[in-house]
Structures are given as C-alpha cells and as structure tokens.
C-alpha cells in the first residue's frame, strides 16, 4: 500500500485530503507544516508528498528544496496543493524540485487520477 | 484639509486627529469582527468534519456495502469534499485581508500622530506586499499541471 506524507497547516484540509486517499487505498501520514514533514520524511519513506504553499515555520517550496537536497527524496513525486495560482508561483515551484501544481479546491477523483499517474 | 505642498515635495493632506483616531477604531473594529467570524468558520467546520466523518465512517460498515440505495449517499458525500474545503480558503482570505486592515491602522495613526516619548510602539505584523493568494471565486475544482 503507497504510503504518502500529507502537508497542510489546515486541520480541515488535511482531514479531506487523508479521507480522499485512504479511500483510495492509500495510507497517509499528516503533518502541520513543513518542519514536520521534513522530521517524518527523515524517518521514514514514503511514495509521494503532497504539500501546502503558504504554511508557518516553513512553506511548500521550502519543504520541497529540503527533500531535493536529500538523496533519499531526489525522485519522489511532490505535488503541491495550494490556493496559489499565478505563474510565477508554479514557475518557482517548478524550480524548487515539484512534480506538480494543483490548485484548491481539490476535486478526489482528479487528485487520485494525479497521483496515479505519478506514483510510479 | 487642503492639500500642503509647501513643506516637502511629497504631497501631503492634514486631517483632523479625532478623525484619524476614529478610522483608526473602525478599522481596528474590522479587524476583530474578521477574526470573529474566522473562529466561527473554525468551530463551524469542526463540527462538520466530526458529522462527515461519523456520517462516512457509518456508510464503511461492512454490512452496508451491499445495500444500493447507500451507493448514492456515499457518492454524494464523496462529491462534498470539494465544498468542504472551503473553510481553509476563508481563513488565508481573512487572515490577508485582516493583516493590511490592521496595517493600515496603525500606520495611519503613527503618520498623523507618531508615538510620544516612552509610550510602547504596537507589534504589527508585516503587511502582505503581494496579492491576496486565493484566487478562486467559486468552490470549483482548481487547475492541475504537471511539470
């Protein structure tokens, strides 16, 4: 069963997005920003992050170029899942290392069909 | 409240005190409703998730799944989490809105009437200096792009 590491300061969000994947089949484990993901991700591995931008202590890119940094995450899938939509966000996104970008609201059909997609 | 260009090249407008100080309030007033109404959405969802979750967690029973009049409950419920992200957008369009409010009032009270000698000078936070993040202006599903 594909563990994933859920990111997101929301508690609501983060109880819909662990809902829509543990329906799915997967497992997910939560964390509240992006210094608690980073301590989970260096416990344990996981198939796929799907992360928040706009979080306290550190945000999504941040995140995102912390576990590039680290040769155990160097290729797994990172999705972001924001309510940030411009360009230059999804451009900086791009840079820091993201698989992809999806904008909130989520729809679970379409996220299960992403994350299928690169959940290799 | 004639405009005074004598002093500096800035252009600048003098406004009576007592009306500073009463956008001031007013603006301070905004800030608190806004931040009630944040705690209302907080507790509202909560209660929500508590439902949806029970609600889903019942329709899991292993002695439902076969019933086919549920299929179309558990599809709606499904259908809802859409909706139900709506409480995180509120909350970042609040909390935004609520910072550049509260910046404002306490930068126009320190320009029309600075602090005096010893008085403590309020902590504001930093005012956002880039748009509100959220965008949407339906709880319709956003984009997805893959790189």
Same mark, same amino acid.
């Given at each position: ?120 | 409240?004639? #405009?005074? =260009?004598? %002093? ?7 406004? #009576? ?21 944040? /705690? ?31 299929? /179309?409950?558990?599809? %709606? ?7 139900? =992200? ?15 409010? =509260? ?8 320009? %029309?009437? /600075? ?12 005012? #956002?200096?880039? #748009? ?8 319709? %599903? ?6």
């Amino acid at each position: 069963m594909p563990l994933i590491l859920a990111v997101d300061d929301s508690p609501s969000m983060r109880k819909m997005v662990s809902f829509t994947l543990s329906g799915a089949g997967y497992q997910v484990v939560e964390a509240v920003d992006g210094v608690d993901a980073f301590e989970k991700a260096m416990t344990q591995s996981f198939d796929l992050v799907l992360t928040d931008q706009n979080m306290p202590r550190l945000d999504g890119l941040g995140l995102t170029r912390k576990l590039r940094e680290h040769p155990k995450f160097k290729s797994t899938p990172i999705l972001m899942l924001t309510t940030e939509s411009s360009d230059l966000m999804k451009q900086a996104g791009r840079a820091a290392g993201a698989t992809g970008w999806l904008v909130k609201p989520f729809d679970p059909a379409r996220l299960i069909e992403v994350i299928k997609k690169v959940i290799k | 409240m004639q #405009p005074d =260009q004598t %002093a500096c090249s800035v252009p600048t407008v003098e406004l #009576p005190v007592m009306l500073v100080a009463e956008v001031q309030d007013s603006l301070l007033v905004v800030v608190h409703d806004l931040n009630r109404l944040d /705690g209302l959405l907080t507790h509202a969802m909560e209660n929500l998730m508590q439902r949806f979750t029970s609600a889903s967690a019942d329709l899991a029973d292993p002695s439902l799944q076969a019933v086919k009049e549920l299929a /179309g409950v558990r599809m %709606a419920l499904h259908a809802a989490v859409t909706e139900l =992200q709506f409480q995180d957008m509120a909350s970042q369009l609040i909390g935004h809105t609520s910072k550049i409010l =509260q910046g404002c009032a306490y930068r126009l009270a320190s320009e %029309a009437m /600075g602090y005096e000698d010893g008085e403590a000078v309020p902590f504001v936070e930093d005012v #956002p200096d880039r #748009p509100n993040p959220v965008t949407q202006d339906e709880m319709q %599903a956003g984009s997805v792009e893959l790189f």
